[in-house]
């Protein structure tokens, strides 16, 4: 008996959200994975390496096994468990992945080795098994062998499609708006879901499994409460880095992955780390500054300078808006301070005609300078824009 339209139009969409929903869930892992790793390795070149390769690697190694296994047993049930089993094994990232990767960075000093060996260990199995739809998809959904190729490029074009939607949808979405808990949570639910649907073709023999699925699913949906430390005010994940406010007493720091950035007594207005001090010297340099610039302004304590020198206007710049609401939120910024949420280099090329007394450049991002703010052609840049 040949299947009615309805259930027919539902098997093709349940095939394509199997295909689609992994692919996504696979991209979007892979660019939040540095927001786990951030805190504790940086943010560099390295780090990126490691993610991409460590990625790259367990997808050859998912393409090849699925491949063989998809030859052995051809059914959508098999795949079904092979994502119940990354989903599984995204909840062990869920539940320990930040107390691992903290681990690790002590261990290994978060050097660029310790970095490969972290990214492995937590994210290298479940993409394994996330890769291994790829294949299996070709395999169940090739009928002609004169087709082959025809049907195995439109499943990739698919796959891409999805893949696409997991980028995009993390690097302007989830990461900006949504906690790394949250995120890391939403994706093991969306397997779980992907999941489910590939068991959902053979219902009768998937009962222990649907109910395993059921479990993480459930984990996966109750938050958990994870109250902040008593020194951390507040803990907010940005599309450039993990912001965390600290204070005792009446002293605030603001740390960037990890790393202090500012440290500032809000009883006496005064910054507590000695290199802000020393680069607040530079107004004794000039004899009389009227404008100065600070380019990356953390909690903003160089603003200050405007109350001791007189006359003197200072504009603020930080590439993170987070920095900037931040730095009014907890810290001692003045209602009226001139901020720019803009790169440096950017702000510069956009006024070509500006010049500064004095110009201060201090962009960490946790441990990590951005590299086209290190560069001699930026250097150049600023000295066109300093008054002679």
Request: proline share 6%; net charge neutral.
């Amino acid at each position: 008996m040949a299947p009615s339209p309805s259930a027919s139009f539902l098997a093709r969409l349940r095939f394509f959200l199997v295909v689609v929903l992994p692919a996504a869930i696979l991209m979007a892992l892979e660019m939040v994975s540095s927001r786990l790793l951030a805190p504790h390795f940086g943010n560099s070149v390295y780090v990126w390496g490691s993610i991409i390769g460590v990625f790259l690697a367990a997808m050859s190694l998912g393409y090849a096994w699925g491949g063989r296994l998809a030859d052995r047993r051809p059914t959508l049930h098999t795949l079904g468990l092979l994502l119940l089993g990354s989903a599984a094994l995204q909840a062990l990232v869920l539940t320990f992945g930040e107390g691992w990767t903290a681990a690790l960075g002590r261990w290994t000093s978060a050097s660029p080795s310790g970095t490969l060996i972290a990214c492995g260990l937590l994210f290298a199995p479940p993409t394994v098994l996330l890769s291994t739809v790829s294949p299996f998809v070709v395999r169940l959904a090739a009928k002609q062998i004169e087709l082959l190729g025809d049907t195995a490029g439109r499943l990739f074009a698919m796959s891409t499609a999805g893949s696409l939607a997991g980028t995009l949808g993390a690097t302007f979405v989830l990461i900006p708006t949504l906690p790394l808990d949250a995120i890391f949570r939403l994706l093991m639910a969306a397997t779980v879901v992907s999941s489910m649907l590939a068991l959902s073709a053979a219902p009768r023999r998937s009962g222990p499994a649907f109910a395993i699925a059921a479990a993480l699913g459930l984990y996966a949906l109750v938050p958990r409460v994870a109250p902040l430390d008593d020194f951390v005010r507040e803990r907010r994940q940005t599309a450039y880095q993990q912001l965390e406010v600290h204070a005792t007493g009446t002293v605030r720091a603001l740390y960037s992955n990890g790393v202090p950035q500012s440290m500032d007594d809000l009883a006496t207005g005064r910054s507590l780390l000695p290199p802000v001090n020393g680069l607040a010297l530079a107004a004794a340099l000039v004899p009389t500054p009227e404008r100065a610039l600070i380019i990356g302004m953390g909690s903003g304590s160089l603003h200050s300078l405007e109350r001791a020198v007189e006359g003197l206007q200072v504009d603020l710049v930080d590439v993170d808006p987070g920095v900037v609401d931040l730095a009014r939120e907890h810290f001692a910024l003045a209602a009226d301070a001139r901020t720019f949420a803009d790169d440096g280099r950017r702000f510069l090329g956009r006024r070509p005609d500006d010049r500064w007394d004095i110009i201060v450049v201090d962009t960490y991002i946790g441990s990590s300078l951005p590299f086209h703010l290190s560069t001699q052609e930026f250097f150049q840049e600023i000295r066109r824009h300093q008054t002679p």
